[in-house]
T-cell receptor
């Protein structure tokens, strides 16, 4: 079993819909990252969080350390949000290695 | 400020050839990471450096792979000899410190024929 599991693998939405992508992990962590990758494109760091909630524009990331679970929400989704969203965990201590989920492919139709 | 710069963007070469991928991190960033992305395995860390010193190379597949960071502004990832299964997108990323977000380069798309 992978240490980082994302769901769903694929998600199709209509423009304007509220979107949730989930990430569960099975190890102790010091931080969790959400990354965005457009098709054929580079990778952008969206959030890095170790507790609570962070918001940036229409994106919100939450984490529950006790339940080993994080969610990425997109409000008022737009076709330009179509991308792969990747969850990654940093196990902590002095090792900053990231372990990645397989990603969620989001398609937002106009 | 310029982001992480990788070169080349694309590389196509024949099996057995030596391949060298290059990365220039963001100035002032002390951490540099090399990742590989494939359809089958997703993103994987190969190696990371702190202040030019390799810290964790447990993801380097085998002796054919080597990485160096001779100074704070330059790193290389070498594959010798290359094999078709090395075909992937290789990303370099840097961060100010280990507990800060990472900034990724645009990647090098490598095809080994």
């Amino acid at each position: 079993k992978n240490e980082v599991e994302q769901s769903p693998q694929n998600l199709t939405a209509q423009e304007g819909e509220f979107i949730t992508i989930n990430c569960s992990y099975s190890v102790g962590i010091s931080a969790l990252h959400w990354l965005q990758q457009h098709p054929g494109g580079g990778i952008v760091s969206l959030f890095m969080l170790s507790s609570g909630k962070k918001k940036h524009g229409r994106l919100i990331a939450t984490i529950n350390i006790q339940e080993k679970h994080s969610s990425l929400h997109i409000t008022a989704s737009h076709p330009r949000d179509s991308a792969v969203y990747i969850c990654a965990v940093q196990k902590g201590g002095s090792n900053y290695k990231l372990t990645f989920g397989k990603g969620t492919l989001l398609t937002v139709n106009p | 400020d310029a982001g992480v710069i990788q070169s080349p963007r694309h590389e196509v070469t024949e099996m057995g050839q030596e391949v060298t991928l290059r990365c220039k991190p963001i100035s002032g960033h002390d951490y540099l990471f090399w990742y590989r992305q494939t359809m089958m395995r997703g993103l994987e860390l190969l190696i990371y450096f702190n202040n030019n010193v390799p810290i964790d190379d447990s993801g380097m597949p085998e002796d054919r792979f080597s990485a160096k960071m001779p100074n704070a502004s330059f790193s290389t990832l070498k594959i010798q000899p290359s094999e078709p299964r090395d075909s992937a997108v290789y990303f370099c990323a840097s961060s100010f410190s280990g507990d800060q977000p990472q900034h990724f380069g645009d990647g090098t798309r490598l095809s080994i024929l």
